[in-house]
T-cell receptor
Framework: GENVEQHPSTLSVQEGDSAVIKCTYSDSASNYFPWYKQELGKRPQLIID?????GEKKDQRIAVTLNKTAKHFSLHITETQPEDSAVYFCGGGSEKLVFGKGMKLTVNP | DSGVTQTPKHLITATGQRVTLRCSPRSGDLSVYWYQQSLDQGLQFLIQYYNGEERAKGNILERFSAQQFPDLHSELNLSSLELGDSALYFC?????????????FGSGTRLTVV
């Protein structure tokens, strides 16, 4: 069945460093790949997404890349700030979204 | 406010009981998705409805059921509750069926089974 795997599960960086989160997916029919940020006790919020006809997308300090051949996509956060600390989920799918297990990012001041 | 409303925000109940979680999608959204988030677990897909019809099922237990009403709100019914059912339950909505339309999540219902 559809599966999305995400790694690493935790990441700790110093303020100003870059962070990279990687995800792989199993369903070749997947055509939409969003990234959500979830702060403690709050709802997941969409931060960026990419569709299967695009290889890369950037929005200020965040960027996402997609490699359809290898079935993996990545989130890149540059110049990290303490407020970037949260759990990040990758998702993928066509009819419905399947999510990875999340990565807890800690940005140390 | 995302526009997706979930009630109640918190629910504490005993094992063996039955509860109903409610979700009102964003205005104009026809699809509703339910997800379960347990401690240290990701978002587990439970079930999807589109315009009143069930469209996809995930790892939803037989003790759980859901429906979407003509006014498009949805209810998730959890029965014979067990301690392991304690989790955050999120509802998400999208304008049409299909992942490519994107999801908007509600604030969730935190269920605690004691």
């Amino acid at each position: 069945g559809e599966n999305v795997e995400q790694h690493p599960s935790t990441l700790s960086v110093q303020e100003g460093d870059s962070a990279v989160i990687k995800c792989t997916y199993s369903d070749s029919a997947s055509n939409y790949f969003p990234w959500y940020k979830q702060e403690l006790g709050k709802r997941p919020q969409l931060i960026i997404d990419i569709r299967s006809n695009v290889g890369e997308k950037k929005d200020q300090r965040i960027a996402v890349t997609l490699n359809k051949t290898a079935k993996h996509f990545s989130l890149h956060i540059t110049e990290t700030q303490p407020e970037d600390s949260a759990v990040y989920f990758c998702g993928g799918g066509s009819e419905k979204l399947v999510f990875g297990k999340g990565m807890k990012l800690t940005v140390n001041p | 406010d995302s526009g997706v409303t979930q009630t109640p925000k918190h629910l504490i109940t005993a094992t063996g009981q039955r509860v109903t979680l409610r979700c009102s999608p964003r205005s104009g959204d026809l699809s509703v998705y339910w997800y379960q988030q347990s401690l240290d677990q990701g978002l587990q897909f439970l079930i999807q409805y589109y315009n009143g019809e069930e469209r996809a099922k995930g790892n939803i237990l037989e003790r759980f059921s859901a429906q979407q009403f003509p006014d498009l709100h949805s209810e998730l019914n959890l029965s014979s509750l067990e301690l392991g059912d304690s989790a955050l339950y999120f509802c998400a909505s999208s304008v049409m069926q299909g992942a490519r339309y994107g999801y908007t999540f509600g604030s969730g219902t935190r269920l605690t089974v004691v």
